[in-house]
Structure formats: structure tokens, C-alpha cells
């Protein structure tokens, strides 16, 4: 019989044992160079849990995971809650979408409606891709919205901000009033930046140049590979 163990430190008989669970809540939120949101970084025990949620189909962790993201937002500036659609086939194999997991969690913690607003119209999933394909990114498509809401966007781990800011593009293109990208975990080498830190630590800095492209060329279609 397989054992229920901790996530972060193999303790029996827990999804999180208490001592991770505070370690977890006491880790810094991160902030990527082009502005999305991470309640933590994807490594050590961040890394672990998301891990654990994506791979090893251990779902109960959203909602700790959703937990720790909601302290890191303001609910009072989301009207609606939807996700970065994982690739479909990642979906069927794994039999769950990760992100809207995630999701659905922050939404019932908030109670908030969740929907599926997301439509990739192309590319496949990020992970294994060159590093030029990741920041062009997925293309995403959304239905036109008849009452301009504010979104959040939930993802997973956000690496280059590619997957969250093409589907920030595909939103407001919607008719989106506003949109907030946040991800549960930030990898510790973040988007490229010349100069300074590549990850900066609960302080917003100006936008990459280079990625102020990306939702430009996310709203192209047919010209990526
Ligand atoms: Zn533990």
C-alpha cells in the first residue's frame, strides 16, 4: 500500500506536514522582471510541491499551493479566475490540467467564479522547447467578452512570462477591462535582463523590452512553428 507522505519532507500520514506548511507560507513572494506574480520560488520546497502537483498527480497540493498565491493577490481587484490551458495532450496524459487546478482552488478560497476563458490556438507545451520558441510562447485565443471583467490568470511556474503575457494579449484583445498574471512558483533564473539581478524579490521592475514584444507576436497567427 502506497504511504501518504509530505510533499516537502516525506513525512507519513500528510499531503504537507506543519512544519513545511510555514515554511512554505514564510518563503518571499517573487516577482519576474516583466511583473507576474509568484507566491514562491521554483526551488527547494516551492519547487517540490509543484512537482508533486504536476507530476506525481498529487492534486491535493493545489490547494496549498492556491493558498499560499492568494496571500500574495488582492481579490478585491478580480472579478473572474481562469488559467493558462495546458497543452491537450499534456492534459489527457496526465488526466488533469495543472493550472486549472490551481485555479479552481484560489477560486473556491475566494469564492470567486473560475472559468475556462483560454483557447490555445497553437503550440504545444513549453517544457523541452528552445529557449527562442519559450519566449515567443503558445498562442492563446479567448472568446470576445460582452462585460469587460477583470481577470486573473493562474499558471504553474512561470520561466520566461511567455505562456501568461500571450494570454494576457489574448484577453484584453477580448475585451478584458484588466488582467493579473500570477504563478504559484518563479524559476530562479526568471526572464532575461542585462543587467542586475535576474529575479528581484517583492519589488515590480520595468518591463524586459523583450518581452513587450510577446503579446504582439502571440496575437500573430500562422507564423510560428
Ligand atoms: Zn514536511
Known amino acids: ?36 506574480v509568484a507566491a514562491t520560488e521554483f526551488a527547494g520546497l516551492g519547487r ?7 507530476y506525481r498527480n498529487r492534486r491535493r497540493l493545489a490547494d496549498h499551493l492556491a493558498e499560499q498565491l492568494s496571500r500574495r493577490l488582492d481579490p478585491t481587484q478580480i472579478d473572474v479566475i481562469t488559467w493558462a490551458p495546458t497543452s491537450r495532450q499534456r492534459t ?41 520558441s519559450r519566449l515567443i510562447g503558445p498562442q492563446f485565443a479567448a472568446r470576445p ?21 500571450a494570454a494576457e ?13 500570477a504563478a504559484v512558483a518563479a524559476t530562479p533564473d526568471g526572464p532575461p535582463r542585462r543587467n542586475g539581478p ?10 524586459s523590452p523583450c518581452l513587450h514584444l510577446v503579446p504582439s507576436l502571440a496575437t500573430m497567427s500562422g507564423d510560428v512553428a
Not at 535576474?198 to 518591463?207: D, K
Open 92 to 132: 489527457r496524459r496526465r488526466g488533469y490540467d495543472q493550472a486549472e487546478l490551481l485555479a479552481r482552488a484560489l477560486a473556491a478560497r475566494w469564492r470567486k467564479p473560475c472559468r475556462r476563458m483560454l483557447y490555445r490556438s497553437h503550440g504545444d507545451a513549453q517544457t523541452g522547447q528552445s529557449r527562442a
Open 48 to 54: 517540490e510541491l509543484v512537482v508533486g502537483l504536476k
Open 198 to 207: 535576474r529575479l528581484v524579490r517583492s519589488m515590480p521592475v520595468a518591463p
Open 169 to 181: 494579449a489574448a484577453l484584453l484583445a477580448a475585451g478584458a477591462r484588466s488582467v493579473t498574471l
Open 1 to 36: 500500500m502506497l504511504i501518504h507522505r509530505c510533499a516537502g519532507c516525506s513525512e507519513p500520514g500528510v499531503d504537507l506536514c506543519r512544519r513545511c506548511r510555514f515554511a512554505l507560507v514564510a518563503s518571499p513572494p517573487v516577482t519576474t522582471a516583466s511583473g507576474i
Open 145 to 165: 467578452l460582452r462585460h469587460p471583467p477583470r481577470i486573473l490568470v493562474v499558471d504553474d511556474v512561470v520561466t520566461t512570462g511567455a505562456t501568461l503575457h
